[in-house]
């Protein structure tokens, strides 16, 4: 076949054999691409689910499985004896699901008409949306009324995406009685997220802010469960895959005896102060005052504003608890620890006496140091000096002490530091020594000023809590227990409370027991021997010993001393400790008032009420593994 | 009367299994495949009966239409194919013009169903390919060449801007093997790839907003898991955690929980991988590599070169879907619309890939005589 030919297609005789044949070629061809293309497809499937299989799975399980926390039911708190101070009580909160709110704006907003929400709500709730999916459900209000739910559930097809959920809310049955101990819960804020445990948080929101509910926060709190749920990608549940169960907090036993408790309350019949009793055999704290008080209650869903602008503005300081942060002149209440001092440090025998003449001079000083009685109360020795508050005797004393020695043995009594009660926000005081004023003012110390610290005046302040330890030591011959509020603890409905072990006490301080003897039968004179509360202990079954104390409140020697309150109500800061029976007490107690004619006029009778209250459950009192109920 | 009616059944019956005009291999295999596919689809759709039986009546109606397109000689369809080929340009045009569709104008409606002119293309395309080159000298040179690209590029063009890449794909695909199996010389192909390498950036630029995001999620799915990236990383978990076995049928978490977008349609793929393993994906690419094997063979036993170019591109086109959906489910390729054959939901292409299945057993029953 000529080649001209051939490139004509129309002179072309087609050779069906040779296209054929060129076909069959192009067709294995083509099949071996699409091998080879399946084959690479087939290792890539090969790759994804073999080579990366353990990857893909776990990300197959994350998308399904949502592992929510179930947050655990916070422990109970009841006093001694079972008396229910901090509940968990149903209650009903609103939740929105912002995935399913068209217009969030608007639907706050037609909310607002039906319940009532605050800004601080809205605030919060903004913020809460912040941290959270648009799937979650978030709180927008807690504890709503009855009217409000009521009002709500009628138009509840307006709302789209939200929701009145159950919860328990917890409750302070006796209130402001123990707003100072139990503390109060609040909403976990910004502040708490931060340091708190995330995972063990998970779904908690709220948190112990003061008191027991601050410091035994971990064993309220308990430990979350979880719930390990398979989801659709719009996190519907679709099934439970596990469940592990939330371990509820502990229920706490306090040593405190709630009837004890509103007795010292009602024996301040509103007038601002504090008081505390506590078991001088263990450190019990059997009452804890401090007056005025405020509604826990209030804090627990979110306090308003303006509330907390009242009570955290008024004079009379509603929110601070005295009894471990308010700061009192002691005044005579520490002359017992002082007699007892002279006697340990062998500068005093019990039989020594000293002239009170009305004024006492330091050695080539011309300024005087006055006694309460004019004219003075004569020759006196240890017992009377007590008994009678003479000043002069513990003028002497302290002079002769010096400051070093004398601050060494009033630290052993706890002064000037904090007593280690379990509670946060414990002050020191202050006791006086020449390092404190060199530290403090950068000035050396002045022997008058070792004069009136004989007296309890001066630079020293005591909290209470200070002097009701101080008091137990005296009534406990010298042994020293910690304080402390919590006497059990239960870790199950269905399993008996558990006692606290005890800290082991320090051995006594007095050194010869025999010195202890003198400074009681002073104490017992103070009440029983015509001392200055002279017949405080009638009709009362045991002997009580005791020592009153008014402090100035205004320094002798520094008119410029600020006054603790703007307005003078009263001239004197008066206060009064006593244990019972002297010899082998059982309960030691002090009261102090911030204003008040006089410790033996005020603050004695205060006391004798505690006192008359506890009489009344004194069994009670004799065996400490008794008391605590198991619920 | 009915006496008649069943003897004349009988009767083709008879002859049918005496001379079989369906190629047995091949309907078996894809008898097999719709049965799989069913299956997969039953337990994609969360058991969705509703739903399954509508897959089966589509692969019914499809089954029709094969045996009725096989009934004819591919002789009579080579003389049609230039009126057929006009005839679905002109229903492009229309679609072009007053189409409707959720988002991409595909369907023209016909009153009493829905129609997608584009997978009609499918079929004429390659006919309509193999008629001109049947008429030529092979292998093709230039002229005929550009021609054809011509006769390629109109429908495609008229389907990629409806939009719809993929069936544009696959439509244009099958052209082009036509002229490949032509047997278009080595180095003319070599210069035509390199010149469609060197076109590539004028392509981006005509690419739509959203087909140039498939391109960068495919280059980077982690950038916008949620966005963009969703459907390939949640596709390919789907494929991983499935593993060697599989999770089982209608276990896959990643399908039942609606994590993986699109598992009755163009994802369902991944169904299959998460709950039949490797070894079901092997398994089901060996049956697809069957059938397009089975059908290049048929295709070299054909009688004229119409029925060889047209049963070889049809057989070529058939593994592109596959490639396209198991590339695009396995993040090898990236996201375009293309169904698996006889697997995904939806019925158009089922009907339309039955049907060209039909054209193959036609060329099958009338294949050379000295091959019989």
């Keep these: 076949m000529n080649k001209k030919l051939d490139s004509n297609p129309r002179n072309r005789i087609r050779d069906v054999q040779r296209e054929a044949t060129a076909f069959r070629t192009r067709a294995i061809v083509g099949f071996l691409i699409i091998f080879i293309c399946l084959g690479i497809l087939a290792m890539r499937f090969a790759f994804l689910q073999i080579d990366r299989h353990d990857e893909f799975s776990a990300r197959s399980d994350q998308n399904r499985i949502s592992i929510r926390s179930i947050p655990p039911t916070r422990g109970l708190i009841y006093d001694r004896n079972g008396v229910p101070l901090a509940e968990n009580t149903a209650a009903f909160r609103l939740e929105v699901v912002p995935d399913d709110v068209v217009d969030m704006k608007k639907t706050l907003a037609q909310l607002g008409d039906v319940i009532a929400l605050s800004d601080d709500d809205i605030e919060r709730f903004d913020a809460l949306r912040k941290t959270k999916h648009s799937f979650d459900s978030i709180i927008l209000r807690f504890k709503l009324s009855e009217d409000e739910i009521a009002r709500f559930s009628t138009q509840r097809w307006r709302f789209p995406g939200v929701d009145v959920v159950p919860y328990l809310t917890r409750a302070y049955p006796l209130g402001e009685e123990f707003a100072h101990v139990v503390g109060y819960v609040g909403r976990i804020d910004v502040n708490d997220a931060q340091t708190l445990d995330a995972a063990r948080y998970d779904g908690t929101t709220h948190i112990g802010k003061t008191g027991v509910e601050r410091k035994y926060e971990d064993e309220l709190h308990g430990e979350p469960g979880f719930e390990e749920v398979e989801v659709n990608v719009n996190k519907k549940e679709i099934r439970k895959i596990r469940r592990v169960p939330p371990t509820p907090g502990k229920n706490l036993y306090l040593t405190i005896d709630a009837r004890l408790q509103k007795a010292t309350e009602d024996a301040f019949e509103g007038r601002a102060g504090s008081a505390v009793a506590i078991d001088p055999r263990n450190g019990e704290v059997l009452a804890m005052v401090s007056v005025p008080s405020f509604d826990p209650n209030l804090f627990v869903n979110g306090i308003g504003r303006v509330d907390y602008a009242t009570l955290l503005n008024a004079p009379e300081k509603p929110l601070l608890n005295r009894a471990i942060s308010a700061n009192y002149t002691p005044g005579s209440t520490v002359k017992p620890y002082l007699g007892l001092g002279g006697l340990e440090l062998g500068l005093r025998k019990p039989s020594d006496t000293v002239l009170s003449v009305g004024e006492f001079f330091i050695p080539g000083q011309s300024r005087g140091y006055r006694d309460d009685k004019k004219g003075g109360h004569g020759r006196v020795d240890l017992v009377q000096a007590i008994a009678q508050s003479v000043n002069t005797y513990f003028y002497s004393l302290a002079y002769d002490m010096r400051i070093d020695r004398f601050s060494d043995w009033m630290g052993k009594f706890g002064f000037g530091r904090p007593t280690g009660i379990d509670l946060v926000g414990e002050t020191s005081g202050v006791l006086p020594s020449q390092q404190w004023k060199r530290a403090r003012m950068n000035q050396p110390w002045y022997p008058g000023e070792t004069v009136i610290a004989g007296i309890g005046q001066g630079y020293w302040v005591i909290t209470p809590i200070q002097l009701a330890v101080a008091d137990a030591m005296m009534a406990a011959r010298g042994v020293r227990h910690v304080p402390h509020l919590l006497r059990a603890e239960q870790s199950g409905i269905n399993t008996e409370a558990e006692l606290i072990p005890l800290a082991p006490a320090a051995p006594s301080i007095i050194r010869n027991s025999e010195n202890w003897e003198p400074v009681l039968q002073g104490m017992i004179a103070v009440v029983n021997g015509g001392g200055t509360a002279n017949g405080l202990g009638k009709d009362f079954p045991y002997v009580i010993a005791g020592k009153t104390g008014t402090a100035e409140r205004f320094s002798r020697t520094d008119e410029s001393w600020t006054n603790i309150m703007s307005v003078a109500v009263e001239r004197h800061q008066v206060l009064f400790e006593a244990f019972t029976p002297a010899d082998d007490a059982r309960i030691a107690v002090i009261a102090a008032l911030e204003a008040g004619h006089t410790g033996a006029h005020d603050a004695a009778p205060i006391a004798r009420k505690v006192l008359d209250e506890w009489l009344k459950d004194d069994d009670d009192k004799g065996a400490p593994e008794k008391g605590v109920v198991a619920k | ?372």
């Design chain 2, 1 to 372: 009367m009915s006496a008649q009616i069943a003897w004349r059944l009988r009767s083709w019956l008879v002859r049918s299994i005496r001379e079989p005009f369906l190629d047995p291999y091949l309907l078996g295999a894809l008898v097999l495949l719709a049965v799989i596919g069913l299956t997969t689809l039953y337990s994609a759709s969360d058991l969705d009966r509703h739903l399954v039986l509508g897959q089966a009546l589509r692969f019914l109606l499809g089954g029709v239409l094969m045996l009725l397109i096989a009934r004819v000689p591919p002789q009579l369809w080579r003389n049609w194919t230039p009126w057929l080929y006009l005839a679905s340009l002109v229903l492009l045009i229309a679609v072009a013009l007053l189409g409707q569709g959720r988002g991409a104008n595909r369907w023209l409606n016909l009153g009493v169903m829905r129609f997608q002119p584009s997978e009609l293309v499918k079929l004429t395309l390659p006919m309509m390919v193999a008629w001109f080159l049947h008429a030529r000298e092979l292998p093709p040179r230039w002229l005929t060449l550009v021609m054809v690209a011509v006769l390629i590029a109109v429908p495609a063009w008229l389907i990629a801007r409806q939009p719809d890449l993929g069936t544009a794909l696959l439509v244009a695909a099958s052209g082009v093997f036509a002229i490949f199996l032509a047997g278009l010389a080595w180095w003319r192909i070599g210069l035509v790839l390199a010149a469609g390498a060197g076109a590539a950036p004028l392509a981006w630029h005509f690419m739509h907003e959203y087909q140039r995001n498939r391109l960068r999620m495919f280059l980077d799915p982690e950038s916008d898991p949620l966005g963009n990236g969703w459907h390939i990383i949640q596709s390919e978990i789907a494929v991983g955690s499935g593993g060697w076995f599989g999770k089982g049928w209608h276990h896959g978490t990643q399908s039942q929980l609606e994590f993986l977008p699109e598992h009755n349609t163009d994802f369902i793929f991944a169904v299959f991988s998460e709950e039949w393993g490797l070894i079901g994906i092997l398994c089901l690419l060996a049956l697809y590599l069957f059938i397009v094997g089975r059908g290049l063979m048929i295709a070299a036993n054909a009688r004229d070169v119409y029925s060889r170019l047209l049963a070889g591109s049809i057989s070529m086109a058939f593994f592109v879907y596959v490639m396209v959906n198991g590339g695009m489910i396995t993040g090898l390729l990236p996201v375009v619309g293309v169904p698996l054959p006889l697997v995904s939901y939806g019925g158009t292409s089922a009907v339309s890939l039955l049907a060209g299945f039909g054209m193959l057993m036609s060329i099958h029953a009338h294949r050379k005589l000295s091959s019989r």
